[in-house]
């Protein structure tokens, strides 16, 4: 139902563009998130949407760099990330929520994408 693409290996500094293709049936009237895996660490919390494409929140670690958009025509949300670093290695998934809103919480989620890896060398 969900599929993340768009990671990659890149130096600091560089940009990326994550993409998540959400069934029509299960996301148009969600909210949607996105969160990071890092190697040895928990899944943590990166950026949410609304269903509106509005209230936007951010984890404040990429709060300035990072910026989550969705599309509905195409039922994708985006994480688009600028001046990246190391410490932003991680395994990236797009998650759907269980309400319209936007939300930090991952109890609040229901459907998981299987992740896109992004690498920042130094």
């Known amino acids: 139902q969900l599929q993340a693409s768009g990671g990659g290996l890149v130096q600091t500094g560089d940009s990326l563009r994550l993409s998540c293709t959400i069934s029509?049936?299960?996301?148009?009237?969600?909210?949607l998130g996105w969160f990071r895996q890092a190697p040895g660490k928990g899944r943590e919390f990166v950026a949410s949407?609304?269903?509106?494409?509005?209230?936007?929140i951010y984890d404040d670690s990429v709060k300035g760099r990072f910026t989550i958009s969705r599309e509905y025509a195409q039922s994708s949300v985006y994480l688009q990330m600028n001046d990246l670093r190391p410490e932003d290695t991680a395994l990236y998934y797009c998650?759907?929520?269980?309400?319209?809103?936007?939300?930090?919480?991952?109890?609040?989620?229901?459907?998981w994408g299987q992740g896109t890896q992004v690498t920042v060398s130094s």
């Open positions: 029509k049936r299960t996301g148009s009237n969600n909210g």
């Open positions: 998650a759907v929520s269980r309400s319209s809103s936007s939300t930090s919480l991952q109890e609040n989620y229901m459907y």
């Open positions: 949407i609304d269903w509106r494409g509005g209230g936007k």
